[in-house]
């Protein structure tokens, strides 16, 4: 007679797994481009892994501009 116990743990492994690897591939895709979008310098690996499409610079002039805009 099959273990009930085991058959459950072996599916929670292969849901786990299956999981994970939808993670890993769902960060791959948010990652952002190499280049910044608006002057197309690089942009550092660690930077585009949260999803940045903006260098520095360019990141922080964006959100000059929007801090302007929002005291109108
Ligand atoms: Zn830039």
Redesign the pocket.
């Known amino acids: 007679m099959a273990d009930e116990a085991d058959i459950a743990s072996d599916y929670n492994e292969l849901m786990i797994s299956r999981a994970l690897g939808r993670i890993r591939r769902d960060t791959s895709i948010k990652a952002g481009p190499k280049l910044?979008?608006?002057?197309?310098?690089a942009i550092p690996e660690a930077r585009r892994k949260l999803g940045f499409k903006?260098?520095v610079?360019?990141a922080e002039e964006t959100e000059r501009r929007n801090s302007l805009f929002a005291n109108y």
């Open positions: 910044c979008g608006d002057c197309e310098e903006l260098c610079q360019c």
